[in-house]
């Protein structure tokens, strides 16, 4: 990696109640990168970013950007940029003013001033509203105003809280291919805060997984839903089936363990790991069959249909295991009857490649 | 690096910084010193009132026993109570009123009913003294057995009372959710039995905030009082007012201090009661 | 909300004792006064009657009014009223924005710290300065311990908009601090975020958002100010008239209620000025009300 642009070392807020807002946080991002902190709400992936402008202070620790501590520095000294969740957009000012706002206040040349404002506003394409106020623009307008805004001042870093949960899905959907385009544009590291996880699937070139203050993993896109570290991050991105397993031994490189209904299971791996562990499968990995498959080295059980959900193209279907938890199956459904072809109550064979599932030790 | 921030804190906790804090405090010290000062020495035993000399509670005692200072009370919460009753009545009504109905100039109205509030007191008190004069009422009422004597008093104070009242309950009913009322008919009550049992308890702390708030304005009020009382009637603030203009003496203190905490006790209750309600209540 | 029209008779029960109550006592009083501010004092048998009036004669009290010394007087008021005002707003801004950013648990205490001495009573208040600011009071006391003084302090333009002041501060604390609280914090946030100092954020950003706040508190305080008699009556004497007093000296001592009824209608206007360029500021700054 190169040297990071944003270094989060050992990290942690507490608030004068004792609560823990951030954990002893680590995390470096390298220039350019499109980073998301990822989290439900109330686990401190928004304090984290506030800390990051400066709008908030870590009680411990280093928040080092372009090579600077600045866990400490006022954010009016940070060379960094926010795009509230609520976009904040002054609504005293009319869009040029907003946007010209933090040029004129830091004393940038007039002419120069009026320039970069005209580039930010053709940039989100927003020139001919310039003289518009805020309360005349729709939700959507006010946010490329406070992109602009931001984006005007070239900060190192561009922050992000939430920026499409107040939008409706369309215009959520062409924000989102919008900020991944400006960000190829401009070539400034962005790091957005999201509880979505469809839009940091999506956008972001890497992601922090955040829960209770804490890390759980750092990872891509791809790594995170394929391998996630911990049952946390497996079940936060998308929808897993976990299975809570005994451990009955553990070798250098594989662990052999008991799982609620599916009998004795033996998984290659490296991880450490207690006394118990879960297995985890998504449930497009899963497949359904009526008689008993007869591949070699499936894992396999049998169970009876408790559920059907149709959803157009895909059927969720719910089987109940003599011993185990439910599992989920999502099936792709036959195009000419239009269904999954199973119902309610009836008996039903459940099976996977061992190497769709993934042990997880923590 | 020049500016730093303090571990754990942010730029906008202005609530922690000191010069806030002695202001703060050099604010609330003008703020009650006089107050203060009039309440402690009520208690002192010096006639003239300019050093300490020991505890007492002779100023009550003289204060009770002066009995034009006690008629004078008894007055003035006799006609801060019966004005707060009428005016209670008055704005609640006007409050409904305006909540429920849309009509013609309902702008105009607002302004109108808001114009015994934003007109100087003083031109108020002159105009309600020439009514009087010109109808014959100043000198009507003096013949007229107590409380009736005071009944000049009490119109003009309800004049000036009910439209305050009108606007707390109003703000009151605004948060009254009229599916309540339609869940009340639905379920078979008629229109009078929805009103006092569904819309009557909502507007009851509204209600209660209003009266007190009228209580203290008629009992605080001393312009439009002098200038409509007659010569024979005499409120308590006209005759603090009287008393004052001789001199300071520890009896005012006194029967000062007991209006104080009338007046403390009444206005922490409205503000109980108006602060907004613990959730698990409506 | 229903129409009038459908249910006539709920609306006039409701509508009825009020107005009623409001054009009797109110409204039909401002007329005789009006009407009275119209008259002269009759002249029977060659002398000035002190309670018969010709009515309607004229507008000879109004050009009375504008006479210099009765101008000098309204202009003072005006004047003084201001200077209160302005000192309430500057003693009051710090105060609600320091409530409005004070935690949870002090936030209720010092809203009731300052809205309490408002609802004792007024004269209260007065007698109150009245004890500390006079020759022997404990502030000429206290100045004496270190040799200074004593200072007159009454009777004078000071102790007047000092009780102003003193007298009228929580009517501009309160909608001050209504409009803080209600002030987007991001709004700030964002402009620190933009390189803005704490000063220019609150230049530029804080006082235009909450200037709604600012102008009513300026009119709240502003109107009765202008219109008080009982602040400059005690804490002024002779030497601090206000309009108030004039008005107040026609209808008792002087007798001469056409002129008064003259005067309390000037006051009037100015109030209704006042209020009106309030409505022209308010509906400048409308989109400013977050």
């Known amino acids: 990696m190169t040297d990071p642009i944003v270094s989060i070392r050992g990290v942690s807020k507490k608030f004068p109640g004792g609560v823990i807002a951030v954990d002893d946080v680590n995390i470096d991002i390298a220039p350019n990168e499109f980073f998301a902190l990822l989290g439900p709400s109330g686990c401190g992936k928004t304090t984290l970013l506030r800390m990051i402008s400066g709008l908030e202070t870590p009680t411990d620790g280093q928040i080092i950007i372009g090579g600077q501590d600045m866990a400490l520095t006022p954010p009016n000294k940070r060379p960094t940029n926010m795009v509230f969740q609520s976009y904040a957009v002054f609504p005293h000012m009319t869009v040029e003013e907003n946007v010209a706002y933090g040029l004129r206040v830091t004393g940038v040349p007039e002419d120069e001033t009026k320039r970069r404002t005209a580039e930010a ?60 385009r400006l960000q190829e544009t401009v070539g400034i590291t962005f790091i957005i805060v999201t509880h979505d996880q469809d839009e940091a699937l999506s956008m972001a070139s890497r992601i922090a997984v955040i829960d209770k203050g804490a890390v759980q993993q750092i990872a891509t896109p791809s790594e995170l839903y394929e391998q996630p570290a911990t049952r946390f991050v497996a079940d936060f991105i998308g929808k897993v089936n976990l299975i809570d397993a005994k451990v009955l031994s553990k070798k250098a490189k594989a662990i052999t363990c008991e799982a609620k209904g599916l009998g004795k299971l033996t998984f290659d791996t490296e991880k450490a790991c207690g006394d118990t562990v879960a297995v985890a499968v998504r449930p497009e990995k899963l497949k359904i069959s009526k008689a008993e498959p007869k591949a070699a080295g499936l894992i396999k059980v049998q169970g009876n249909v408790r559920d059907v959900a149709y959803y157009g193209d895909t059927s969720h279907i719910v089987v109940s295991i003599k011993g185990g938890p439910d599992l989920q199956v999502n099936v792709q459904n036959d195009s000419r009857t239009g269904g999954s072809g199973v119902e309610r109550g009836q008996a039903i064979w459940v099976s996977w490649m061992p190497d769709d599932s993934l042990v997880l030790t923590e | 690096m020049a500016e730093q921030m303090k571990p754990g804190s942010g730029p906008l906790d202005y609530g922690n910084r000191l010069w806030l804090k002695i202001l703060f405090g050099v604010i609330f010290f003008m703020l009650y010193v006089p107050i203060i000062t009039l309440v402690a020495f009520s208690f002192n035993t010096d006639r003239r009132g300019i050093v300490w000399r020991g505890f007492t509670f002779d100023n009550y005692v003289k204060a009770w026993n002066n009995s ?44 109108f009913m808001g114009l015994p509030i934003v007109i100087p007191e003083i031109c108020m008190g002159v105009a309600l003294l020439l009514f009087f004069n010109e109808t014959g009422m100043m000198t009507a009422v003096v013949a007229m057995p107590w409380p009736l004597n005071l009944s000049n008093i009490i119109i003009a104070h309800v004049a000036f009372c009910f439209p305050f009242v009108a606007i707390v309950v ?47 304005l008629s009992l605080d009020d001393f312009v439009i009082t002098f200038f409509t009382s007659g010569p024979e009637t005499v409120t308590f603030p006209v005759k603090v007012y009287s008393l004052v203009r001789r001199g300071v003496s520890p009896e005012i203190n006194a029967a000062s201090t007991v209006l104080i905490v009338i007046t403390v006790v009444a206005t922490v209750l409205a503000m109980k009661l108006q602060a907004p309600q613990k959730s698990g209540k409506g | 909300m229903d129409n009038w029209k459908d249910n006539r008779s709920v609306f006039w029960t409701l509508a009825g004792p009020g107005t009623f109550w409001l054009l009797v006592f109110f409204i039909l009083p401002l007329g005789f006064l009006f009407v009275m501010s119209f008259s002269d004092k009759a002249i029977i048998n060659g002398e000035v009657s002190i309670t018969e009036y010709d009515y309607l004669t004229g507008i000879s009290n109004y050009i009375r009014s504008v006479d210099t010394l009765y101008l000098t007087i309204i202009w003072k008021s005006i004047w003084v009223s201001a200077l209160a005002t302005v000192l309430c707003l500057l003693t009051a801004y710090p105060i609600a924005f320091g409530i409005c950013f004070a935690s949870e648990k002090w936030k209720p205490l010092l809203l009731l710290l300052v809205v309490l001495p408002f609802w004792i009573n007024l004269l209260i208040r007065t007698y109150a300065l009245i004890a500390v600011f006079r020759s022997q009071g404990y502030v000429n006391l206290a100045l004496g311990a270190v040799g200074l003084g004593p200072y007159d302090m009454l009777y004078n333009n ?15 604390v309160l909608p001050l601090y209504a409009t803080i609280e209600r002030l987007d914090k991001s709004y700030l946030e964002a402009s620190l975020d933009l390189g803005a100092s704490q000063f220019t954020t609150f230049l530029k950003v804080t006082i235009p958002l909450t200037m709604p706040g600012i102008i009513t508190g300026v009119i709240l305080v502003f109107i009765p100010c202008l219109g008080s008699f009982l602040t400059p009556d005690l804490l002024g004497g002779a030497n601090a008239i206000m309009i108030g007093n004039v008005i107040e000296r026609q209808f008792k001592a002087a007798n001469d209620w056409p002129f008064g009824a003259a005067l309390s209608f000037m006051l009037m206007y100015a109030t209704f000025a006042a209020l009106m360029l309030r409505a022209f500021l308010a509906k400048r700054s409308a989109g400013v009300d977050v």
């Open chain 1, 121 to 180: 506003l053709e940039m989100v394409k927003l020139s001919h509203l310039a003289k518009r106020k805020p309360d005349q623009m729709s939700g959507g307008q006010r946010q490329r105003v406070a992109l602009a805004r931001a984006l005007v001042k070239r900060p190192k870093v561009l922050l992000l809280d939430e920026p499409l949960s107040a939008l409706d899905a369309k215009l959520r959907d062409d924000m989102r291919m919008e900020l991944t």
């Open chain 2, 68 to 111: 034009s200072l006690i008629e004078a009370m008894i007055n003035s919460l006799m006609i801060a109570f019966i004005a707060t009753l009428i005016a209670t009545v008055l704005g609640a009504m006007v409050a409904l009123m305006l909540w429920r109905f849309r009509f013609p100039f309902k702008g105009a109205y607002e302004a």
């Open chain 3, 158 to 172: 000071f102790a007047v908009i000092f009780g102003l002041v003193y007298v009228y501060m929580p009517f501009m």
């Open chain 2, 170 to 216: 109003r703000s009151r009913l605004v948060g009254f959710n009229r599916q309540l009322e339609e869940a009340s008919k639905d379920l078979g009550a008629s229109e009078w039995q929805t009103f006092w049992k569904v819309i009557v308890p909502f507007m009851m702390p509204g209600l209660v905030a209003g009266a007190l708030l009228a209580f203290t």
